[in-house]
């Protein structure tokens, strides 16, 4: 099983980024996707996540309205839409699948909200 997060980096108070995952190594299709973050000093907490193989999805409440998980199964990519970016969503986010019954973790990607 293999995660490669990318698209992190520096953004500007109400800016916009688009994380990655492309994931290999298992079935794609039939695994719950999720991402999570961890600022500084803080534990990892869940952003959004695919809580069904049909795509019902859970956001948690700092970014409902603001962010947006999708996922492309020809692609084995999930993705993560951040709009309106603030300085407190500044953390490594982190790609997960939940697959063969046990979680795997990409590498982690960091975003970072400051002017």
């Known amino acids: 099983v293999q995660l490669v997060e990318s698209g992190g980096g520096l953004v500007q108070p109400g800016g916009s980024l688009r994380l990655s995952c492309a994931a290999s190594?298992?079935?794609?299709?039939?695994?719950?996707m999720s991402w999570y973050r961890q600022a500084q000093g803080k534990e990892r907490e869940l952003v959004a996540g695919?809580?069904?193989?049909?795509?019902?999805?859970n956001y948690a409440d700092s970014v409902k309205g603001r962010f947006t998980i999708s996922r492309d199964i020809a692609k084995n990519t999930v993705y993560l839409q951040m709009n309106s970016l603030k300085p407190e969503d500044t953390a490594v986010y982190y790609c997960?699948?939940?697959?063969?019954?046990?979680?795997?973790w990409g590498q982690g990607t960091q975003v970072t909200v400051s002017s």
């Open positions: 695919f809580i069904s193989a049909g795509g019902r999805i």
């Open positions: 190594g298992f079935t794609f299709s039939s695994s719950l």
């Open positions: 997960n699948a939940w697959t063969r019954g046990r979680n795997y």
